[in-house]
């Protein structure tokens, strides 16, 4: 795995700052550094830790955090260099954890990894998938309110959260990809309406209706739409379509009635029959146009959006803010997972698509802190670095503890 130097990112985050508005000098210096310090600093990623590495005092990153930046825009521009033919947008919560009860939004959210409800916060993560490439973008992480927001469900609060950015995300993509729990009319219809074509999965036993092909019968009354409810022990041939995948997979597909939509859905179902029994799996689309394949496929890659946050817990600090405002708050959390974007960026600039080497965080992560160290003893030491012999030994530091050197 072949890493550039760390000058690279920092080059990668001025030429996006100088793309975007409002950007004034000191804000410029200052976002600049921060995204080093949280790819190089090894330990919490907190005010403390930032002043022992950084140039600044503790109270100048407090107020820093506490200022307004767009990491949206910054975010569709970074991923614009690295953009890819079929892209899609991944929609995700994610349990934060928090001590304490002053933290705004604070309460009681689901937890996948713990597979129980546990106290914290939480944040929905929106992301760019490039589809040919099999990774992640982060765009931007919105705090969740509360358990309940603002009097409101979870799901009218995700909704919110995509249409308050509708311009910039359809920029992206028109295609938003959630999982099961966002299969509600409450969600779908406004995306819907707004421009945007949603993919998720659907119940086992979701009440779907096919549609009525036959002749219709003269004289009065209303034309039959329908041709009765799906069985999904006996699925209709006549009505839907089937693939064989294997000798164990079959898909079927066709354009059916969803009840608790109202409206036709593009259906996508898998049938498996393992050691005799059979079993499915069923996901939609609301474009009645797109390839089975190709919603199974970006249903799939959704799951990329969660090594993204794998990625920032494990590397970047993505729990360790301490603080309790909410505009720091949501300034750590987007810094954070923000650098994993400019890591992958960075490290395959210079890479053809189809020779792209295997993105390991914790790699750069270790890389960049060898850099740290190194530019400090350099300093100290008065040490010409462009040397020849100081060359091949400075990059042995610099590799030095990687995984794949």
């Given at each position: 795995?072949?890493?550039?130097?760390?000058?690279?990112?920092?080059?990668?985050?001025?030429?996006?700052?100088?793309?975007?508005?409002?950007?004034?000098?000191?804000?410029?210096?200052?976002?600049?550094?921060?995204?080093?310090?949280?790819?190089?600093?090894?330990?919490?990623?907190n005010f403390l830790q930032l002043a022992r590495y950084g140039k600044r005092c503790e109270q100048s990153y407090r107020n820093g955090f506490a200022k307004h930046f767009d990491f949206l825009t910054f975010n569709i521009a970074l991923f614009k260099e690295q953009e890819g033919k079929r892209i899609f947008i991944a929609l995700d919560p994610s349990y934060i954890s928090k001590s304490g009860k002053c933290t705004p939004g604070v309460g009681y959210f689901w937890s996948g990894v713990a597979g129980a409800a546990k106290w914290g916060v939480e944040i929905t993560g929106i992301a760019a998938v490039d589809l040919d490439l099999n990774t992640a973008y982060h765009l931007e992480a919105v705090q969740t309110p509360g358990p309940k927001p603002n009097g409101g469900t979870l799901v009218e609060h995700y909704t919110k959260v995509i249409l308050d950015r509708k311009d910039q995300l359809l920029s992206v993509s028109k295609y938003i990809v959630a999982d099961a729990y966002f299969s509600k009319n409450k969600f779908i219809a406004p995306l819907n309406e707004n421009g945007f074509e949603v993919i998720s999965r659907l119940r086992n036993d979701a009440d779907l209706l096919y549609l009525f092909t036959g002749v219709q019968k003269g004289g009065q009354g209303r034309p039959k739409e329908y041709d009765g409810k799906i069985n999904y022990d006996k699925l209709s041939d006549h009505n839907l379509t089937f693939t064989k995948i294997d000798n164990q997979n079959t898909i079927f597909h066709g354009v059916v009635y969803a009840k608790f939509l109202k409206k036709k859905i593009n259906l996508v179902g898998v049938l498996t029959n393992k050691k005799g029994k059979q079993s499915h799996k069923l996901y939609f689309t609301t474009d009645l146009e797109m390839r089975p394949r190709e919603v199974l496929e970006m249903y799939g890659a959704r799951f990329q959006i969660e090594f993204v946050f794998r990625d920032a817990k494990q590397n970047t600090g993505l729990d360790h803010c301490q603080a309790r405002d909410p505009e720091k708050l949501h300034f750590h959390w987007n810094t954070s997972l923000t650098c994993v974007n400019i890591a992958k960026v960075a490290h395959w600039k210079n890479e053809i698509n189809t020779e792209r080497q295997p993105f390991s965080m914790a790699d750069v992560k270790t890389l960049y802190h060898n850099q740290l160290l190194v530019d400090r003893f350099i300093v100290k030491f008065g040490i010409n670095p462009n040397k020849r012999k100081n060359k091949k030994i400075i990059r042995e530091l610099l590799n030095y503890g990687k995984i794949a050197a």
């Open positions: 795995m072949t890493f550039s130097e760390k000058s690279n990112c920092k080059d990668i985050v001025k030429s996006v700052l100088k793309k975007m508005h409002g950007i004034n000098a000191p804000q410029f210096k200052f976002i600049t550094e921060v995204f080093g310090l949280f790819l190089s600093i090894r330990g919490r990623l």
